[in-house]
């Protein structure tokens, strides 16, 4: 009984289980629906679905199933993100970009000529500069550097769809940014170390009995503070230049973290840390701060953690006089050796993909001098950097 | 059995309605979601109301230990009593303070048990109940009894989803979220509300509403709640029917939007639209 059915969802990505599909069985052996394709459709989905970023998925695979609605093949790796088709988008382009547009024919000559591709297009595809995929100079697909903003892929790849330019009822449910937080917190929640501090609230049983006997029996009650996550955190974000591609990201951890931890501090750099840091980032030029100041400011115990992209030339790291902003009298690597000593528990968040890394050298560079503890900021990247923190 | 069709003074579209009855025949736990101000905690309220069962609120705080809804032992005033040589002390029961789960199972009369923003607590507690509400019955360590339910409560279980939850818990519950009513649905809700409301108002105002929703980049879009506060504050101030209608927000800031907004940057972005569209207009 309807095992096509199951193997369709599951087919479409949907964390089906056994467990699901007797569940809706049940249901309908005691007839809470009965004869009518709608309310098996609304059954269905409340037995099946468990969460509403996946409703969009289930209408589609439940249509194909039923309606056997042609589902386009192949195209499972992109997804064109939802405000690619916001117009406000437009105004984030710079000249040069929106001019390449207008060669191919306006925004809106644009989508369409995506339609026709995506349908002449079967399967995965990468290089190249007409098909859509990774790398390459084709105007639609991710990783290349024809206009940054028109790409396929990126953040949203695990809301696999077809046709996804097409109205559909939930599609605003799977891209509120709260539910990436939501993730990533779960992923911080590795980095733990639990101690009692604040007001003793529980009672200490061992440390009662104890003190009661030593009281002749006469009760002596003893409370002690619950368990506390207490780990203490020191983020580094590099901002400006490249990483602009990366700030959805970058805010996401950012807005996880500061939810997660409570002791938690940052500051930001630009490509490597040198001789200042700041706080504020519009204020950068006016409030700098000593790095010395910082150095000293926390102790031992925080975990640090650097997020960048580790993109840049590779005298910044090297050479004296190597920044592409100021006169650094010291080598950036001098700079970051001395945070390093400091707080031994550190990791590097790169929200560049993994399989990129190699292509850059003063990745490399910094990945040796990290000691390997440098992770791409994926949740299972950030689950990694995590443990690995709290070890 | 009797279905739940909604109430005299709660709209229950189709799908919810079928939810609900699901979960009571299958007597499986409902998780409803939704945006805050869809009458998610209401709903329990309405559905005990509806069936004639008496309704039990279990409210999560992120203090809120699985441990709670299950039973608490008092140790400390057992060894308090111990001292006083109180006859109570030799009966560890005098000390177990039964939970919301508790009275639930052993209630003589089937209830309806509602577990109110389950997202709140940490994120383990789910997982320490998931037994607890697949078999329906749990055992008091300090007594060595086993607690079964009489009868399977009817468990309704709210998430504002501040926190994922485990998906060996999902499994075991019937999921609905809640979507944002469309404007029929709307006017239904408004209709239970306020009988009496005139038709022309009642258009005006929820074309006035739909439109400050629909504002790009609102911190907290107005929702069903805030709608019916509104409504309630037109009608109390007697705002003429002028100053609502043929106004988009466009033109002039609704009266009273203190109702709709609630955070001084939205309230900010609205003036601001109001302002830049009477320049340019």
């Given at each position: ?49 468990k969460d509403e970023q996946h409703f969009d998925r289930f209408d589609q695979a439940f249509g194909h199933y039923f309606h056997n609605l042609e589902m386009v093949q192949g195209l499972e790796e992109f997804l064109i993100p939802h405000d690619w088709l916001n117009p406000e988008w437009m105004n984030n382009l710079t000249d040069e970009e929106k001019a390449q547009i207008e060669a191919l024919g306006g925004f ?107 009281n002749a029996g006469l009760l002596d009650l003893k409370m002690r503070p619950e368990k506390h996550n207490a780990v203490k955190l020191l983020m580094f974000f590099d901002v400006g230049g490249s990483m602009d591609y990366h700030i959805e990201q970058v805010e996401q951890l950012f807005s996880a ?135 | ?281």
């Amino acid at each position: 009984m309807l095992i096509d059915f199951f193997y369709t969802l599951k087919k479409a990505g949907l964390p089906v289980t056994v467990k699901e599909l007797l569940t809706l069985l049940e249901a309908l052996d005691k007839q809470v629906v009965f004869g009518s394709i709608d309310d098996f459709y609304l059954l269905s989905r409340l037995c099946m679905v468990k969460d509403e970023q996946h409703f969009d998925r289930f209408d589609q695979a439940f249509g194909h199933y039923f309606h056997n609605l042609e589902m386009v093949q192949g195209l499972e790796e992109f997804l064109i993100p939802h405000d690619w088709l916001n117009p406000e988008w437009m105004n984030n382009l710079t000249d040069e970009e929106k001019a390449q547009i207008e060669a191919l024919g306006g925004f809106d000559k644009l989508m369409e000529t995506l339609k026709k591709r995506l349908q002449e297009q079967q399967s995965k595809h990468q290089g190249g500069n007409k098909w859509i995929g990774t790398g390459g100079t084709s105007p639609f697909g991710h990783g290349g550097y024809n206009p940054e903003g028109v790409r396929i892929g990126g953040p949203g790849r695990h809301q696999r769809a077809a046709k996804v330019w097409e109205k559909r009822q939930f599609k605003n449910l799977s891209d509120e940014v709260e539910i990436g937080t939501r993730s990533i917190k779960m992923a911080l929640r590795h980095l733990r170390q639990f101690a009692r501090t604040g007001a003793a609230e529980e009672l200490d049983l061992d440390d009662t009995i104890r003190s009661t006997a030593k009281n002749a029996g006469l009760l002596d009650l003893k409370m002690r503070p619950e368990k506390h996550n207490a780990v203490k955190l020191l983020m580094f974000f590099d901002v400006g230049g490249s990483m602009d591609y990366h700030i959805e990201q970058v805010e996401q951890l950012f807005s996880a973290a500061r939810s997660e931890f409570k002791h938690l501090e940052y500051y930001y750099f630009h490509n490597c840390v040198y001789e200042h840091l700041w706080r504020d980032n519009s204020r950068r030029w006016d409030q700098p701060l000593n790095t010395y100041d910082v150095l000293n400011t926390y102790g031992e115990d925080y975990r640090v953690i650097f997020v960048g992209d580790a993109a840049m030339s590779p005298y910044e790291l090297t050479h004296a006089g190597g920044s592409v902003e100021h006169m650094n009298q010291e080598a950036g690597l001098v700079w970051l050796q001395r945070l390093l000593d400091k707080w031994s528990k550190h990791a590097w968040l790169n929200p560049i993909r993994q399989d990129y890394w190699d292509y850059t050298h003063s990745t490399q560079i910094l990945k040796k001098v990290l000691d390997g503890r440098m992770y791409p900021m994926t949740l299972s990247g950030i689950e990694a950097m995590a443990k690995s923190l709290s070890a | 059995m009797t279905k739940f069709t909604g109430s005299d003074n709660y709209v229950a579209t189709d799908d919810l309605q079928l939810a609900v009855n699901a979960a009571v025949t299958l007597q499986r736990p409902l998780l409803i979601k939704g945006e805050p101000g869809t009458g998610k905690t209401m709903l329990a309220e309405e559905v005990a109301a509806a069936m004639g069962k008496q309704l039990l609120s279990w409210h999560i705080k992120s203090t809120t230990k699985a441990q709670q809804g299950l039973y608490e032992y008092d140790a400390v005033s057992r060894l308090r009593d111990s001292q006083l040589g109180d006859e109570k002390v030799h009966d560890i029961k005098n000390y177990i303070k039964p939970g919301k789960l508790w009275e639930a199972f052993t209630s003589d009369e089937q209830v309806v048990l509602l577990i109110d923003e389950i997202d709140k607590a940490d994120i383990e507690f789910p997982n320490d109940l998931l037994v607890e509400l697949d078999k329906m019955q749990f055992s008091v360590y300090e007594t060595g009894e086993t607690i079964t339910a009489k009868q399977r409560p009817i468990i309704i279980i709210t998430s504002n989803n501040e926190k994922e939850l485990p998906d060996a818990f999902l499994r075991r519950c019937f999921f609905h979220y809640i979507r944002f009513p469309d404007k029929k649905t709307m006017q239904a809700i408004i209709k239970v509300h306020f009988p009496d409301l005139k038709k022309d108002l009642l258009n005006a105002a929820l074309e006035t509403f739909f439109e400050v929703r629909e504002i790009p980049g609102l911190k907290k879009r107005p929702s069903t709640s805030e709608l019916i506060d509104w409504i309630k504050l037109l009608v109390a101030d007697d705002i003429p029917l002028e100053t609502l209608r043929n106004k988009s927000i466009k033109e002039a800031i609704p009266p009273l939007y203190g109702a709709l907004l609630k955070n001084e940057q939205d309230v900010e972005m609205l003036q601001k639209m109001a302002f830049i569209m009477r320049r340019e207009g």
